[in-house]
C-alpha cells in the first residue's frame, strides 16, 4: 500500500519553471516505478515521465522531453519533477503515480497508486 501527496503547483507565467514534488507513505515506494502524468482541461490524462525504483532509469513523454527532469529520493521517500520553459498548454493538474510490481519500467495502465494531484497554471 503506498499513500501519494503531491505539493508544488502554483501560478507561473510562461517561460518559468516549477519543482513539483510527492511524497510517498508506505513501504513500497523504494521498490516500485514511479511516474508523473498530468491531466489538462477537458483532456485526457497523459503520461509525462517515470523512474524506475533504483532511480537510474528515466523515460519522458515528447511533451516535457529536454525540458523536464524526473529524480527520487528513496531515503526520503519523495519523488520529483522539474519543470522548465513553461507553456501555457502546460496547465494541469499534475499527479504522481506509483507501480506497484514494477521495478524499471510500467506499461501506462499499470499504475495503480495515484496522489490527489497538484494545480498548475501558466499564463502568456
Known amino acids: 500500500q503506498v499513500q501519494l501527496a503531491e505539493s508544488g503547483g502554483g501560478a507561473v507565467q510562461a517561460g518559468g519553471s516549477l519543482n513539483l514534488s510527492c511524497t510517498a507513505y508506505?513501504?513500497?515506494?523504494?521498490?516500485?516505478?514511479m511516474g508523473w502524468f498530468r491531466q489538462g482541461p477537458g483532456q485526457e490524462r497523459e503520461f509525462l515521465a517515470s523512474?524506475?525504483?533504483?532511480?537510474?532509469?528515466?523515460t519522458y513523454a515528447e511533451p516535457v522531453k529536454g525540458r523536464s527532469t524526473i529524480s527520487r529520493d528513496n531515503a526520503r521517500n519523495t519523488l520529483s519533477l522539474q519543470l522548465n520553459s513553461l507553456k501555457p498548454e502546460d496547465t494541469a493538474v499534475y499527479y504522481c503515480?506509483?507501480?506497484?510490481?514494477?521495478?524499471?519500467?510500467?506499461?501506462?495502465?499499470?499504475?495503480?497508486?495515484w496522489g490527489q494531484g497538484t494545480q498548475v497554471t501558466v499564463s502568456a
Open positions: 523512474i524506475s525504483a533504483s532511480g537510474t532509469r528515466t
Open positions: 508506505g513501504r513500497s515506494f523504494s521498490n516500485s516505478v
Open positions: 503515480a506509483a507501480a506497484s510490481g514494477f521495478n524499471v519500467l510500467a506499461p501506462t495502465n499499470r499504475y495503480n497508486y
